[in-house]
Nanobody, 115 residues
Framework: EVHLVESGGDSVQPGGSLRLSCAAS????????MFWVRQAPGKRLEWVAN????????YYPRSVEGRFTASRDNHKNTLYLQMNSLKTEDTAVYYC????????RGQGTQVTVSS
């Protein structure tokens, strides 16, 4: 059974940085492409990073490209999201998931960007 646990969320000021982690278990992590997705209050789920199984091909939507960096450590079964230059519009619950629509996601971790 897929089990994903996100952590690392916090409240930061605009321009700040955070690093999120996602611990995976219950499936062959190293063979699975992964996503980071987020959901802001009242908005649809939005994918913010797509990482291939090897971690050498990573895609971002325009809204976060150049500010967010995803990575993975297949030995530790962990996915990461480094978020820099955070904006108020990045405020959301962040999840790791098996696809862009959030399948398999965990409980999420709250990121709040506010002055």
């Amino acid at each position: 059974e897929v089990h994903l646990v996100e952590s690392g969320g916090d409240s930061v000021q605009p321009g700040g940085s955070l690093r999120l982690s996602c611990a995976a278990s219950g499936f062959t992590f190293g063979n699975t492409g992964m996503f980071w997705v987020r959901q802001a209050p009242g908005k649809r789920l939005e994918w913010v990073a797509n990482v291939n199984p090897n971690g050498d091909r990573i895609y971002y939507p325009r809204s976060v490209e150049g500010r967010f960096t995803a990575s993975r450590d297949n030995h530790k079964n962990t996915l990461y999201l480094q978020m820099n230059s955070l904006k108020t519009e990045d405020t959301a619950v962040y999840y790791c998931s098996l696809n862009s629509v959030g399948d398999g996601r965990g409980q999420g971790t709250q990121v709040t960007v506010s002055s």
